[in-house]
Every structure is written in C-alpha cells, then in structure tokens.
C-alpha cells in the first residue's frame, strides 16, 4: 500500500477521474438532449388497413385516435377494441425503438432493460 492509503498506484491503475467524470457530465447532457427530441416527435401507426390509426407523442401520450366510420359496427364492438389496441401498441414500440436507437453508444454499458 501507499503512504496515503487507499491502493497502490492509485485508482484503478492510473484512472483519471476528472476526465472520466467530465464524460459522464457529456454523457448525461446528450441523453438529455435525445430525450427532449425524442418528446417531440410524433409517432403514428395503424391497424386493418388504416381503419384505425394511433398517434402518439416521444413521451408515450396518446394524441390522437381516428377511426373509419365504415370499421364501427355496433355488433361488433370487440374487433375495434382490438384495432384500438394494436395501434396502440405499435405506436409505442415504435417510441421505444426510436428511444433504443437515440442513446448514446457507451462501451461497456450495454445492459439490457437498462432504458
């Protein structure tokens, strides 16, 4: 061990933690950025031929729902519930691929279900 204590050499074989903690600084200021782009895009999808389409924000609101007046059939109330919900769906797994894609490329630091 050193004088000082703590580890021979210092941390980590010679780490700097100014620079490594000015990364992570840049790090966080271009998440930051992504995310505030990414709320304000819109994402769009649609189910059974476009009789029902869903827009949703980067944020995961829900902004919009139309629906063909020709798809809605009291009789069959169940089938639109399940356009409803696919586009829905889709909308949102596009925010989150959108979401994946826009985070920075960190070595090291691929965890899944990290974000």
Not at 11 to 36: D, F, H, P, V, Y
Not at 41 to 46: P, R
Not at 95 to 113: E, K, L, R, Y
């Amino acid at each position: 061990m050193s004088k000082r204590g703590g580890f021979p050499g210092g941390m980590g074989g010679g780490m700097n933690i100014g620079k490594l903690m000015k990364e992570a600084k840049k790090m966080q200021e271009e998440m930051e950025r992504s995310q505030t782009e990414l709320a304000s895009k819109d994402f769009e999808a649609s189910a059974g031929g476009g009789a029902v389409t869903v827009k949703v924000s980067g944020g995961k609101e829900v902004k919009e729902i139309a629906i063909k007046k020709d798809v809605v059939d009291p009789d069959d109330v169940e089938m639109l519930q399940d356009l409803i919900i696919t586009c829905v769906n889709e909308a949102l797994r596009k925010v989150d691929h959108a979401q994946a894609a826009s985070m920075p490329n960190i070595p090291g630091m691929n965890m899944p279900g990290m974000f």
